[in-house]
């Protein structure tokens, strides 16, 4: 009969639990394949597969599974990088794809992984295992992989993958120079030969005219004045387009002008983020002592020069940014002009006399004057005075011919 056919329960609950049924399913299945999608498990396959074609069966059945861990206590870092970069540790590889190929040595050797894991010196996520987490390539994380595709995306102009160096000199920052450092080594002498410690402490020491630079990598993003900056906002865009042409950015700077060439400005932009405060215990910070103190060269050098008869400009801090050539005062920096013919060229370029030009400086002098070198009125006539004194050794070298060597 027809009735025979329909079921002892109402219409409506078939559905439901048709529904639910295929709701179960559909979740399991769905479990599945989002579990199997985490690419580590694809890497690990692949990866055994060449260890196993390379090196043979036994050894490809020992090599480790499942999510792997390096876990540095002393660093709080738990890195999983490893669950997809196998061949880190394992030579052989050397030239494979990635993430299958074997780490350059040399880094490893001068820190074994086990104390210092991989986001270290590389950045990224440690904890994460799919690549993009893991690379950090994900909103709101402030730690990207410093990576060569992100060096390519801050179109650098020397080696590609030099970011990282930035995570380097946290812990290398009092070495002088680091192997392998290339581009934080170049902006390093930049920073000895053009002597930024006349107007900035670096690591305890310098003037005071600009701002302290010992941290001036913790300087958040908010706090840069990106108004005057085309292109990408960053904190590295800002301090290279700064060490480009410091009065474009800073309205009325005192800050010279070096004419940096592009990797000179991106190499000191690196170094610049790199002087945050070590977040690393003690023993991960290589070099002592833990200043960077003048040579014993240039300390001797200044030292010479104290007691000849240009003295008073070295003893004052005149030298600091001033040759006094025709008293034998050589400064490192040279960052104003030689003071031998400042009595003449203050009355040519400024019209004023010298005495005056100190007694109201302009420019650079004027915050020299008022931040750095605090002088008395009676120091400034002693100033004037060994100015003249300079400028007469001046024109008398130039009037007796050189004589002797
Ligand atoms: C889920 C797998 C996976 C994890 C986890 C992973 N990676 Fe990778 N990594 C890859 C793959 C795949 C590539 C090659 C393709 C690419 O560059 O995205 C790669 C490439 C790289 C490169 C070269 C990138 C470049 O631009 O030249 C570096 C460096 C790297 N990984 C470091 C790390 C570090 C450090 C970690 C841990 C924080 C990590 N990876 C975690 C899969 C992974
Ligand atoms: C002491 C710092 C240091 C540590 C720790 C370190 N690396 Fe590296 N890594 C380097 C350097 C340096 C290079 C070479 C970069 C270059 O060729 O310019 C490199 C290269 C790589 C590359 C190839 C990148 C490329 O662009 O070709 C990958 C991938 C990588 N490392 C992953 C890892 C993983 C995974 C770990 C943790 C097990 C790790 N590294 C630990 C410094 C380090
Ligand atoms: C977490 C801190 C840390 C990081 C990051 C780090 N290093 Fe080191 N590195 C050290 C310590 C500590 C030593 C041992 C130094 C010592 O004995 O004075 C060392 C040793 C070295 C040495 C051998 C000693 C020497 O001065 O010749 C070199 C070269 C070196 N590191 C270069 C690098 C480079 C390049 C990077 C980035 C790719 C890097 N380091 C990242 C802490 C670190
Ligand atoms: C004649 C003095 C003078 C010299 C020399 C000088 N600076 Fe500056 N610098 C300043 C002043 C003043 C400021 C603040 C105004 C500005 O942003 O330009 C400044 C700002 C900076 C800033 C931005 C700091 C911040 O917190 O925003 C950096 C970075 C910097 N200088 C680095 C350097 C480096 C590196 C050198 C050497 C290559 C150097 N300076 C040489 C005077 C100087
Ligand atoms: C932090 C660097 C710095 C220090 C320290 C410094 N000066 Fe200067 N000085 C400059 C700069 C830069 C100029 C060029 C300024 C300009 O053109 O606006 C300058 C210009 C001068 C001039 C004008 C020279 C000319 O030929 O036009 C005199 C004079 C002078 N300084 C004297 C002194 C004396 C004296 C001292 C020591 C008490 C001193 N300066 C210390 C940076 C410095």
Not at 86 to 106: C, D, I, M, N, W
Not at 135 to 145: I, S
Not at 237 to 258: C, I, Q, Y
Not at 359 to 372: C, H
């Amino acid at each position: 009969m027809e009735q025979r056919t329909s079921s002892p329960y109402p219409r409506i609950d078939r559905l439901v639990m048709a529904i639910v049924g295929v709701v179960l399913v559909l979740g399991t299945v769905l479990f599945m394949w989002s579990d199997r999608a985490h690419d580590w498990r694809y890497y690990q396959m692949e990866f055994r597969q060449m260890v196993a074609g390379q090196f043979g069966e036994d050894k490809a059945a020992i090599l480790p599974s499942g999510v792997q861990q390096i876990w540095v206590a002393e660093l709080s870092r738990a890195d999983r990088c490893v669950t997809c970069h196998q061949a880190v540790s394992y030579p052989g590889f050397e030239s494979a794809e990635q993430p299958y190929r074997t780490h350059p040595k040399l880094p490893l050797q001068q820190h074994p992984v086990e104390d210092y894991g991989c986001t270290s010196c590389h950045g990224g996520q440690g904890w994460a295992i799919d690549t993009a987490a893991a690379h950090g390539e994900v909103a709101h994380w402030e730690e990207p992989l410093l990576s060569r595709s992100l060096g390519e995306s801050y179109t650098l102009a020397g080696n590609k993958n030099a970011l990282m160096q930035m995570n380097c000199n946290t812990c290398h920052r009092y070495d002088r120079q680091t192997p392998g450092a290339t581009a934080i080594n170049l902006a390093k002498s930049l920073v000895n030969e053009k002597g930024c410690r006349a107007c900035h402490v670096i690591n305890g020491f310098g003037g005071t005219i600009g701002p302290d630079l010992t941290d001036v990598g913790e300087k958040p993003p908010e706090q840069y004045e990106f108004g005057r900056l085309s292109g990408q906002r960053t904190a590295f865009a800002w301090h290279v387009a700064h060490f480009k042409d410091p009065r474009a950015l800073s309205e009325g700077t005192v800050m010279p002008n070096f004419n940096f060439s592009t990797e000179q400005a991106q190499s000191l932009a690196m170094l610049m983020l790199s002087w945050r405060r070590a977040d690393v215990p003690a023993r991960y910070v290589s070099g002592t002592p833990r200043v960077d103190p003048r040579s014993a060269e240039e300390l001797a050098a200044e030292a010479a020069l104290k007691t000849g008869p240009g003295g008073w400009f070295v003893q004052t801090g005149c030298f600091v940014c001033h040759s006094i050539s025709a008293l034998g005062v050589k400064s490192p920096a040279q960052i104003g002009p030689d003071l031998s013919n400042a009595v003449e060229d203050v009355q040519s370029r400024f019209g004023v006399t010298i005495d005056a030009f100190l007694a109201n400086p302009t420019g650079t002098m004027s915050v020299v004057l008022s931040r750095q070198i605090i002088l008395t009125p009676e120091q400034k006539q002693e100033a004037v005075a060994k100015l003249r004194e300079a400028f007469a050794e001046y024109q008398r070298q130039r009037a007796a011919p050189a004589t002797g060597k």
